[in-house]
Each structure stands twice: as structure tokens, then as C-alpha cells.
């Protein structure tokens, strides 16, 4: 029987991990990995956009190369105010893959927000990535944050 469930769990796993594919912005030189059902919607040099199944992800450059830190997050924060969130779960500085930023997490209207600023330190390109899904959706959560931890420079 254990044999039985680890065959099973491994090739569950082995399943989940060929459901990736890697995206590639080539204007920013940047990488992530999404899930197989996601769908560009937007490549261009003003906006990254994918649909997947009950869930959106975008990634919008902004340059400034006086910004910090400290002022991502601010940043980073009221945008998600100005978006009328009306309930928020989480808001953390990061550090990601050579990124330094911050993140704020959660709900309008029955949908999920995550909404993360992120500095290059070596440009004076940064990045703010939106995605949004279905509140009650834990699925979507781990995939979100997935999102999140695999962008990276190129």
C-alpha cells in the first residue's frame, strides 16, 4: 500500500511539475514560469498580461531610479488602496531573485488581489506584478505565489 501511494504522489508530482511552462519577456529580460493553462494576453513593451483558468497576471514596468525599498512598499501599498481593496491579508517587504520589493495581499468584490512593487537595483526599471482570482480559491493561492517566486532576470 505505501508503494502503491508514493508511485502515485510521485507521479502526481511529476505531473504538476511538467504543468509549468516558462515565459520569457524578452523586453525586460525577465523569466517566470505559469501554469500549462495560462494564455498570453498582452506582450508588449508597456505590459505582460496572462489568463489562465479563473485567474489573471500582469507585470507593468515603471521607471524611476531614485526609488527604494522602503518606498516600493509604500508605493506598492497605495496602489492596492487606490484599487479599493477591502480587506487586506498581508503586506511584507521581499527579497526575490535579485529583486528587493514589497507585497501586499487581498480581497474586493469576491476576488483574490496580490500586488507586488519590485526594484531592480541595477536599472532604473522596476516592476509591479498584478494577479487576481476567485477569494476562496487555495488552488489559486499556491499558484500566485509560484508566480511570484519564480520571476527572475534573465
Known sequence: MKYILFTLLSFLATATIQAQQEYTWDD?????????DFKETKNTDEEFSADGDGMSMSIIPFENDAIDETDITAYTISIFSELGVNRTDDVSLIELNGFHGGYAEGS???????????????????????????????????????????????
Request: with cysteine; proline share 2%; net charge negative.
Open 28 to 36: 525586460y529580460n525577465l523569466g517566470f514560469t505559469l501554469a500549462d
Open 108 to 154: 474586493k468584490d469576491g476576488e483574490r488581489i496580490f500586488i507586488m512593487g519590485l526594484i531592480d537595483p541595477g536599472s532604473a526599471t522596476n516592476f509591479f506584478v498584478i494577479i487576481t482570482f476567485g477569494d476562496d480559491d487555495q488552488n489559486a493561492v499556491d499558484e500566485a505565489v509560484n508566480i511570484c517566486q519564480s520571476i527572475h532576470k534573465l
